[in-house]
């Protein structure tokens, strides 16, 4: 389905990205990985996804909170691979505090890696989308993308922001053949949640057992964990001829979180 694709996942050395990077393999694209880790690992990964799925990945150390390196990370894949097809805007942190405590760093870190890393790299990828006439962007944002919840102050501006690119991004490149959609998970069990737990556990005073039950499982009316593999599916739909007329759209896989 994606023979002959490039695509470029941002953040997928790990959770997600990596279950989306592994999905697009699978489907026949050659990609690019990016994130950090350890570089044994990461190598491991990269060579494991040629192995396996007979294509080309290539690495990327690009750090999404520096513009210039986001820039070379596409120059780098249209390269080595000749296009970028489908750019998939996932990396993501997160810091769990209350406003009038949050560190400004922390706030400067998620706004550049959550949400101005997206701006730069579809700023650097359009172009030549819209020299083939053929696109798909994804940004993976949240069901914090349209809801809020206390102490994440940060996150939850930057994934609002996210789907207010989206959408802009949408119009302005829908005669173009682009899509650009946003997937919008709740709880994924990834290390970037149980990252969190120990900050919720101190934010609002409780266990470990009472944040995964009483403050993160509490929004899932299905009481489960949407796993990596089913968002990485719909951005294998997304990416899909059968989703061109899907574009500007902020799609909810949060087992009812934001029905509501
Ligand atoms: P994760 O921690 O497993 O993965 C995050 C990835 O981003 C890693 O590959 C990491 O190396 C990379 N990354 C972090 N900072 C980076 C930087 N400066 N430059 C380049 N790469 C960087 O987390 P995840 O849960 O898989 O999160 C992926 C995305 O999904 C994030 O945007 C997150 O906000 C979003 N999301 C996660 C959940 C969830 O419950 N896990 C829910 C909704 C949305």
Known sequence: MLQGKTAVVTGSTSGIGLAIVRAYAEKGANVVINGFG??????????GIEEEFAVKALYSPADMSAPAQIAQMIAEAERAFGSVDVLVNNAGIQHVEPIEHFPIAKWDAIIAINLSSAFHAIRAAAPGMKTRQWG?????ASAHATIASPFKSAYVAAKHGVAGLT???ALEFARDHI???????????TPLVE???????????????????DVLLKAQPTKEFVTSEQVAALAVFLASEDAQSITGAILAMDGGWTAH
């Open 38 to 47: 350890m570089a044994d690992e990461i190598e491991y990964k990269r060579k």
């Open 136 to 140: 798909r962007i994804i940004n993976t």
């Open 167 to 169: 959408k802009t991004a």
């Open 179 to 189: 899509t650009v959609n946003a997937i919008a998970p709740g709880y994924v069990w």
């Open 195 to 213: 990252h969190q737990i120990p900050e919720t556990m101190a934010a609002r005073n409780m266990t470990r057992e009472q944040v995964i039950h």
